[in-house]
Antibody, heavy 123, light 110 residues
Framework: EVQLVESGGGVVQPGGSLRLSCAAS????????MHWVRQAPGKGLEWVSL????????SYADSVKGRFTISRDNIKNSLYLQMTSLTTEDTALYYC????????????????WGQGTLVTVSS | NFMLTQPLSVSESPGKTVTISCTRT????????VQWYQQRPGSSPTIVIF?????PSGVPDRFSGSIDISSNSASLAISGLKTEDEADYYC?????????FGGGTKLTVL
């Protein structure tokens, strides 16, 4: 059974940093691209970042580029999001999500999501 | 970068059919596949349509997707509405390595 469990959220002051983690199980982790998606309270989904299965390719939304860094540890089956220079606009529930792949072909949609970890940026 | 525009809300009665639109602001809607996710309150999103019109296993055939090149939009149709369909629905697409979600549409089944 695929499981994605996020952790690391909390309350942080503006300008602060936080590192989110996502523990994956139930699938061959390094075979799959992984993403972070966030959802501000009462708002819609916002794509944040992606990383390829081998970690060689990353991409970021303009809203977080230069402040957030996505990484993964394929030995520990874990995905990370290092967030710096946080602002109140980064307050959100952060989900990690797995990209669907069939026979090695990336299908460009999310087939599994975690439950999310809440980040609150407040003074 | 492009955006995906959805109506804020739609409502319809049980048993009826509702359609939710998703308009791409720049570039062709046919350039990259469109996906649709359902998110019930307090839950993570789940996929209901991928690659414009494909239904994952377990999703009822009441859900269908399509694209219209003339309006540069995608649509999610839900027929035989049930109260359990009440949720937020998001379209999603991508361009190279940038992924985009629509703003979401709240479906009320009344």
């Amino acid at each position: 059974e695929v499981q994605l469990v996020e952790s690391g959220g909390g309350v942080v002051q503006p300008g602060g940093s936080l590192r989110l983690s996502c523990a994956a199980s139930g699938f061959t982790f390094d075979d799959y691209d992984m993403h972070w998606v966030r959802q501000a309270p009462g708002k819609g989904l916002e794509w944040v970042s992606l990383i390829s299965g081998d970690g060689s390719k990353t991409s970021y939304a303009d809203s977080v580029k230069g402040r957030f860094t996505i990484s993964r540890d394929n030995i520990k089956n874990s995905l990370y999001l290092q967030m710096t220079s946080l602002t109140t606009e980064d307050t959100a529930l952060y989900y990690c999500a797995k990209v669907a792949t069939i026979f090695g072909v990336v299908l460009n949609y999310f087939d599994f999501w975690g439950q999310g970890t809440l980040v609150t940026v407040s003074s | 970068n492009f955006m995906l525009t959805q109506p804020l809300s739609v409502s319809e009665s049980p048993g009826k059919t509702v359609t939710i639109s998703c308009t791409r602001t720049s570039g062709s809607i046919a350039s990259n596949y469109v996906q649709w996710y359902q998110q019930r309150p307090g839950s993570s999103p789940t996929i209901v349509i991928f690659q414009d019109s494909q239904r994952p296993s377990g999703v009822p055939d009441r859900f269908s997707g399509s694209i219209d090149i003339s309006s540069n939009s995608a649509s999610l149709a839900i027929s035989g509405l049930k109260t359990e369909d009440e949720a937020d629905y998001y379209c999603q697409s991508y361009d190279r390595s940038l992924w985009v979600f629509g703003g979401g549409t709240k479906l009320t089944v009344l």
